[in-house]
């Protein structure tokens, strides 16, 4: 048994506040130095609002130029930023468990590994730990577990027998390189949302973005979106794979257009994965987005988020470039494996004053 924890009961308040985050519009934003239009993007009449294009209208890419040197100052300061402390520090980790998306994308994932992921997944943190912050009764989860398709009926079953209304994600359309035939990407689909899959990540043909085949690449993604039917389709861009910030911002405005409902940094499997400059060029895109349609799309930063201190910077970003509004699971996720891990151990070391011995915190 750990001492009393001094700070027992501000935590559970803090938390809960943090759950009950008030909606708000988009904040102003830092300067648009970071994204140059040669002119202003028409504005739209109420009576437009929520409706997506019915077909992909390149003007609304066509005069788009990233200052990239403003997007990395800009990308300096967030992670300039001291990070808050104390039981302040120790409500924002938990918040941020509520946006990972748990996965295992291995080649020897197994049913045993996936259900222990799933159960990791509905208990991300020791209950011990959660009632000395007085948080135990709040229903922590992650936000979803993400598998192979072939592994999704593993998850649905091992959630359904704990008693788990989780989502289940899986990728697919030949991840992580997009390179399979269509008609194939697209029974991965069809075949993950039939085994119970709720949420698809979907990866999109580098190809047709470097050779600016844009309208091509809005008519996969549409069939990506009418073959997930009610799935939720997040986009995954392999943005370190797209060139430049510019091509970044291009791919996110076309996938957007297509129906998206979240715009996904990379597979995790590229050279480069989740940067702060390409969130920075993709949030403001979905910003913009919102501003010409009224439709809020999410955002899902993956590959490289290994830390409790990364998470914090995260959350700082979309905090400032979106606002409270997207701080939801809804709008929100981190794909990451190892994330969780590294967060327990952070909270573990505010209530007991120590660091976890590798066995004191056992990771699916």
Not at 50 to 75: E, F, G, T
Not at 76 to 85: D, L, N, S
Not at 156 to 185: E, N, Y
Request: proline share 5%; aromatic share 8%; glycine share 6%.
């Amino acid at each position: 048994m750990f001492s009393p924890f001094p700070f027992e009961g501000i935590i559970g308040r803090v938390f809960l506040r943090m759950l009950l985050l008030p909606s708000q519009p988009p904040r102003s934003a830092p300067p648009r130095e970071c994204i140059q239009l040669d002119e202003l993007a028409p504005t739209f009449p109420s009576s437009e609002l929520d409706l997506l294009p019915s077909h992909c209208d390149l003007s609304w890419i066509s005069k788009i130029q990233v200052n990239q040197p403003a997007v990395l100052r800009r990308a300096e300061q967030i992670q300039a930023r001291r990070v808050v402390k104390k039981e302040w520090q120790a409500a924002w980790l938990l918040k941020a468990v509520t946006f990972i998306d748990l996965t295992t994308l291995s080649g020897d994932d197994t049913s045993s590994n996936v259900q222990r992921l799933c159960y990791k997944a509905k208990y991300p943190i020791r209950e011990d730990l959660l009632k000395a912050l007085n948080v135990h009764d709040k229903g922590l989860t992650t936000a979803a577990v993400c598998v192979y398709p072939a592994r999704v009926c593993d998850a649905v079953k091992a959630l359904k027998a704990a008693g788990s209304t989780i989502p289940v994600a899986s990728v697919a359309t030949g991840f992580p390189a997009g390179q399979t035939h269509l008609k194939t990407r697209l029974e991965e689909i069809r075949l993950a949302v039939e085994d119970g899959a709720t949420e698809i990540d979907v990866v999109i043909n580098r190809t047709l973005v470097l050779t600016g085949q844009w309208e091509a690449l809005y008519d996969e993604i549409r069939q990506f979106r009418k073959t997930c039917g009610e799935a939720h389709l997040k986009t995954i861009l392999a943005t370190g794979e797209l060139g430049s910030l510019t091509n970044v911002y291009k791919a996110s405005m076309i996938a957007m257009m297509a129906g998206s409902d979240f715009i996904k940094t990379s597979t995790g499997k590229e050279t480069v994965n989740a940067t702060f400059p390409v969130a920075i060029v993709m949030l403001r895109a979905i910003r913009d987005f919102f501003w010409k349609t009224g439709n809020k799309i999410g955002f899902k930063p993956a590959g490289g988020i290994r830390s409790a201190k990364d998470s914090l910077a995260w959350l700082s970003l979309i905090k400032e470039e979106l606002g409270d509004e997207w701080l939801t699971p809804e709008l929100f996720r981190i794909g990451a494996s190892t994330l969780l891990s590294d967060i327990e151990r952070q909270i573990y070391h505010h209530v007991t004053g120590r660091y976890a011995a590798y066995h004191d915190l056992p990771m699916s």
